[in-house]
């Protein structure tokens, strides 16, 4: 079946500091990948996504980039602000699963001045 | 990308009581919803799939006579929860599948708490 991991958290930064989140996958067929971001009190929301090995998504500063050799989908951002603070979720959407998404476990990210 | 809405955003209920929670899809006709309940600090676990028209698909280990789900529209879907107790008390999480179906968007959640 399908699977995510993602790397064990809380992650806490200083403000400008370099982030990696890393994300891998098992998956039947050719998955399109995700990156949800969920902000205190709300919802989910879409940040980036690949549907393709070696495409690259990228939002807001973030980028991840489909690696089928690894398996892998990891989040990386240059500089971070506090306002990055957030849970984050990789998540994979594979044909064979009639459009279901399968989560990670989420990282909480934390963000200090 | 699609804006969803949940209603209500926060609901406090009695022991027994059933509680309704509405997922509307308020900028286009979504064929397809999904429900996911979300507990602290853990993922989204699917709990069923909406479909409108059609009696929905339950994940396994979910109650379909607990959790009653109603996608009567092409813009809305319900999903009632029968005689509540403490345990249910989450956050449920209503998306919606976008027109090419590559993409899910969120609502915002409604909490939930049993007491």
């Known amino acids: 079946g399908n699977s995510v991991t993602q790397m064990e958290g809380p992650v806490t930064l200083s403000e400008e500091a370099f982030l990696t989140i890393n994300c891998t996958y098992t998956?039947?067929?050719?998955?399109?990948l995700f990156w949800y971001v969920q902000y205190p009190g709300e919802g989910l929301q879409l940040l980036l996504k690949?549907?393709?090995?070696?495409d690259k998504g990228s939002n807001k500063g973030f980028e991840a980039t489909y690696r089928k050799e690894t398996t892998s989908f990891h989040l990386e951002k240059g500089s971070v602000q506090v306002s990055d603070s957030a849970v984050y979720f990789c998540?994979?959407?594979?044909?064979?699963?009639?459009?279901?998404?399968?989560f990670g476990q989420g990282t909480i990210l934390t963000v200090h001045p | 990308g699609a804006v969803v809405s949940q209603h209500p955003s926060w609901v406090i209920c009695k022991s027994g009581t059933s509680v309704k929670i509405e997922c509307r899809s308020l900028?286009?006709?979504?064929?397809?919803m999904f429900w996911y309940r979300q507990f602290p600090k853990q993922s989204l676990m699917l709990m069923a799939t909406?479909?409108?028209?059609?009696?929905?698909?339950?994940e396994q280990g979910v109650e379909k006579d607990k959790f009653l789900i109603n996608h009567a529209s092409l813009t809305l879907s319900t999903l009632t929860v029968t005689s509540a107790h403490p345990e249910d008390s989450s956050f449920y999480i209503c998306?919606?599948?976008?027109?090419?179906?590559?993409?899910?968007?969120f609502g915002p959640g409604t909490r939930l708490l049993v007491l």
């Open positions: 998306s919606v599948e976008g027109f090419t179906g590559e993409t899910q968007y």
């Open positions: 998956a039947t067929g050719y998955p399109s």
């Open positions: 690949a549907t393709k090995a070696d």
């Open positions: 998540a994979l959407r594979s044909s064979a699963s009639y459009g279901k998404l399968t």
């Open positions: 900028d286009f006709q979504a064929t397809t």
């Open positions: 909406s479909n409108e028209g059609s009696k929905a698909t339950y």
